[in-house]
């Protein structure tokens, strides 16, 4: 039996509960998805992630993958289970329909991504960056464009990459220099890519680079970026792949953890030029390249969810097995659940997972109201959300992952420090998550300077009062909830104070920003999640009474409560960080650190 088994019913109750799933249903476009619909795609993905992606993680970990001749080799199993997803028809669940996608709700595909992720997220790259290159294609990219790709990269045939970094641009995307000279319909891309995830590979047919380039008179800085299709094998008057095109991977990164996930560096144009499309308008690369980014963003907050799960699934049952000293009232050495300690470790990494899936899952399901809704005043007000959302989903949820992961270390002992375990990959596997798609640094400035800033507070103020809203229904909830009504609205105070001092310092103090916006993020987050598990424990409460699975109920409950009195504490010391503005921070010279 494979040692991954994707929770369903708790990815259920987010969806429905958590994620405000009847609007989701109600908007046009996901007429035809029901509750049945739901619960059978989750439990065929739980299948396909436990059985087939599930035991190939070790085996990636220890493999690898190399560039052997100018092309990159991974494991076999690799290739024979992306075969599998493809036929399986996962790689479209949630793409358009004109392309032969299936047109789910992101909320739901999300769920999905959970599971690769959590089952093998090497793996889970690969289709998750074609994911995030049809979407662009498909909002900038020219019909013609669309026709030639976008069938292929739906149903996984061919796969896709992004190609942002170049060794003086990392977060820093104005520095990039790759160029694209005009060639009649077409450009020639020249320029060294790094970094590039599943850059190349043998598991699909053709994988299309989408890459940021400059145009020959392009302006400098970010005003001057153009996104650019460069297929590996250029494409057969008939469409099919036929020669090879002039990219090749010139390496592969040994890393920390992610290690069957090809991270290569890109030698574009070496031999005169790689063939390349204009997917938008020219200079504006970057902006469709967002399209992509954010894509991804959620992805990667949804890959921190999936290793939570796993290093916490793997760390309850050597809890339950292992057996080390004595406890009060019990006969005998006892198994090491029974200590205080080590369920204080595993209610922190269930109920932190849990946060950051409720956090992910409403995420998405902002994203399909804004994108499927009819009402212009609705959808520009779940865009605004969506927009808000994105970098607290990459960010605090992968930072709730780089402690779930090591704690999944600490509840093993010295178990955890070995690999067989596998508990140490996860925790390797979960680090890079706060480093792509733009740092978590980077995630919390976008936070404040974009999303809080720009329009004064006034999405983050339209969520409080959201928020707010679950006080009387915690304040009817009684006793068992008193703890989390308490915390919450306190936590809430803080988050209120906390904007209104950023927005009120931005002038008095310009390097605030910068110094508080981590924190801030932390503080924003931890509300966030802490709202989500309270509207939980207060469904589970209603659902008590005729429900026959009271123990999951109950578990609602309680991860609630010890999420309020555990978790939300730590909002105070984020909330004072953030009031400390910028003074000790910048006062050292460079030259004194
Ligand atoms: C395994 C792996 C896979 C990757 N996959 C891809 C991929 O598929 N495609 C792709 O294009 N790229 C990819 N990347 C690149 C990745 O997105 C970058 O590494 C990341 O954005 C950070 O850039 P950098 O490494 O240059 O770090 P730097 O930008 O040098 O940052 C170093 C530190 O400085 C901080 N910092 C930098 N600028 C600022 C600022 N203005 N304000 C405050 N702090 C700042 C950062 O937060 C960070 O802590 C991948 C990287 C890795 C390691």
Redesign the pocket.
């Known amino acids: 039996m494979s040692d991954y088994q994707a929770p369903v019913p708790q990815m259920r109750f987010t969806i429905e509960h958590l994620a405000d799933f009847a609007e989701v249903v109600a908007l046009p476009d996901f007429s035809a998805v029901d509750a049945d619909t739901v619960g059978s795609v989750l439990e065929e993905a739980a299948k396909f992630a436990g059985n087939v992606l599930a035991p190939t993680n070790w085996i990636g970990d220890r493999q690898g993958v190399k560039v052997v001749d100018r092309a990159v080799q991974v494991p076999q199993e690799f290739t024979d289970a992306y075969q599998q997803f493809r036929e399986a028809g996962w790689p479209g669940i949630a793409s358009n329909p004109e392309f032969g996608g299936q047109g789910l709700p992101k909320t739901v595909a999300l769920a999905c991504d959970e599971m690769w992720a959590a089952a093998n997220v090497s793996f889970a790259l690969c289709p998750e ?1 074609s994911q995030g290159a049809i979407l662009a294609m498909d909002r900038h990219a020219t019909d013609e464009l669309k026709q030639t790709y976008l069938e292929k990269l739906v149903s996984g045939e061919w796969a896709g ?5 170049e060794p003086q641009a ?3 995307l104005s520095a990039l220099t790759t160029r694209a000279e005009p060639r009649g319909d077409r450009y020639l891309v020249t320029g060294r ?1 790094i ?3 599943w850059g190349d590979h043998p598991m699909a047919e053709n994988i299309i680079h989408l890459v940021l380039a400059r145009l020959p008179d392009a302006p400098p800085g970010t005003k001057g970026i153009s996104l650019f299709v460069v297929p590996k094998y250029k494409l057969n008057d008939d469409g099919t792949p036929g020669a090879l095109n002039d990219v090749f991977p010139v390496s592969v ?1 040994h ?1 920390l953890g ?1 290690h069957a996930s090809p ?1 290569c560096v890109l030698a574009f144009g070496d031999e005169g030029g790689a063939e390349g499309w204009l997917v938008g308008k020219p200079n504006e690369g970057l902006a469709a390249m967002f399209t992509m980014m954010n894509y991804m963003r959620l992805g990667v907050g949804a890959q921190g969810v999936g290793l939570s799960e796993r290093s916490y699934q793997k760390s309850v049952a050597y809890a339950r097995e292992r057996v080390q000293g004595r406890a009060p009232g019990e006969k005998g050495r006892v198994a090491i659940i029974r200590h205080p300690d080590v369920r204080r470790m595993l209610l922190l990494m269930r109920s932190l997972t849990q946060a950051a899936r409720g956090i992910c899952y409403y995420t998405a399901s902002c994203l399909d109201r804004g994108a499927h809704g009819t009402d212009p005043e609705a959808v520009g007000r779940w865009q605004s959300r969506a927009e808000l959302m994105t970098p607290i989903a990459k960010a605090w949820c992968t930072e709730a992952a780089q402690e779930v992961t090591e704690l999944g270390i600490q509840v093993h002992g010295g178990m955890g420090y070995v690999e067989e375990t596998g508990v140490a990959q996860f925790y390797r596997d979960a680090r ?1 998550a706060s ?5 978590n ?2 995630q919390a ?1 976008d936070l404040v300077g974009r999303k809080l800033l720009r329009d004064g507070g006034a999405t983050v103020s339209d969520f409080v009062t959201d928020m707010r809203s679950v006080d009387a229904p915690l304040a009817n909830a009684g006793e068992g909830l008193a703890v989390v009504r308490s915390a919450l609205s306190r936590a809430l105070d803080e988050l209120v104070q906390s904007s209104t001092h950023l927005i009120t310092s931005e002038k008095r103090d310009p390097e605030a920003t ?1 110094a508080a916006a981590f924190d801030y993020m932390m503080l924003i987050g931890n509300v966030l999640g802490g709202w989500q598990l309270a509207r939980g424990a207060l469904v589970a409460l209603e659902q008590m009474a005729t429900s026959s699975d009271k123990a999951f109920l109950q578990s609602q409950v309680v991860m609630a409560r010890f999420y309020a009195e555990h978790v939300l504490p730590r909002c105070t010391a984020h909330a004072a960080a953030v009031r400390a503005g910028s003074a000790s921070t910048m006062e050292l010279a460079a030259e004194s650190f």
């Open positions: 960056l990459t992004m190609c942002l970094t990392g977060s820093d890519k970094y590039i995830t990164e890393k992610i991270t890079i480093i792509y798609e733009g740092t640094g980077i400035i910068g």
